[in-house]
């Protein structure tokens, strides 16, 4: 394992006792913050995931959220979801020395041997400033993952860290790891742009060549899983051609 690496220069860090959800809080708190910054949340009593769904929120686990101010178009800010999943391999890796045990499911999971152990949901608003103030929120099952009966059928199994690795990382000693590893990403994009985060992403994605189910509504359509294109966008090759999906519910 890795030296613990220094905290980014620049960035804030809060670290609250119990907060309905990081994102809402880091969204409220926007205004008052004007560089970037991190909100730890011991506790959640209101975590949400995609779509608005329930978050199931237990202490010992990981509630974070990355405040930023970009000011770029909302396609371009929507990519900081793979700087953020790179960045959370990066930290499970130096966290535990297992780089083979991590893949990136698209479009915003990161997987430990197979299950799914974290999720990531943006949010966005307009700013009086010109730009956006955006929520990177991350949830990490770090020792312990929702019953598999609350899944949907056909999703990914979750998984807990502790369980699978029989580590017992706390929650503040990921965000020191985290932190890092994202101001690292953030840099590579604001600078290289996408093209260097894509490269990485699907050198560590997840059923990459293989045919994989992807839900859009009520369309379900199955196809091999080609690559992401420049703009993020999955690359699915049906039987009747190969389409780019801008976002969707994937299943292996």
């Not at 499970?92 to 990136?104: D, E, H, K, Q």
């Not at 009966?149 to 965000?175: D, F, K, M, Q, Y």
Request: glycine share 10%; net charge neutral; charged share 15%.
């Amino acid at each position: 394992m890795s030296a613990k690496p220094a905290w980014p220069a620049g960035v804030a860090r809060h670290v609250l006792q119990t907060v309905d959800s990081t994102n809402a809080y880091a969204l409220r708190m926007a205004p008052e913050t004007p560089g970037p910054a991190w909100f730890l949340g011991l506790e959640q009593t209101a975590g949400r995931g995609r779509r608005a769904r329930p978050w199931a929120s237990p202490r010992g686990n990981f509630y974070g959220t990355l405040l930023l101010h970009p000011t770029e178009s909302p396609e371009v800010i929507a990519l900081r979801s793979f700087a953020a999943s790179l960045a959370l391999r990066d930290a499970f890796v130096s966290l535990t020395g297992l780089p083979g045990a991590f893949a990136l499911k698209w479009p915003n999971d990161v997987l430990l041997n197979g299950g799914k152990v974290a999720g990531i949901l943006l949010e966005s608003s307009a700013n009086t400033r010109g730009g956006f103030d955006l929520a990177i929120g991350i949830g990490v099952n770090l020792i312990g993952a929702p019953d598999v009966s609350a899944v949907e059928p056909g999703a990914t199994i979750p998984v807990s860290l502790l369980n699978e690795t029989g580590l017992r990382i706390t929650p503040e000693a990921l965000l020191d790891a985290l932190a890092p590893a994202y101001a690292a990403w953030e840099a590579a994009f604001v600078n290289q742009g996408f093209t260097a985060l894509r490269q990485e992403w699907l050198s560590h994605a997840a059923r990459l060549g293989d045919t994989i189910r992807a839900r859009t509504g009520s369309q379900t359509r199955e196809g091999v899983f080609e690559t992401i294109d420049p703009a993020g966008n999955l690359i699915l090759r049906m039987s009747s051609g190969t389409v780019a999906i801008p976002a969707a519910e994937v299943f292996f």
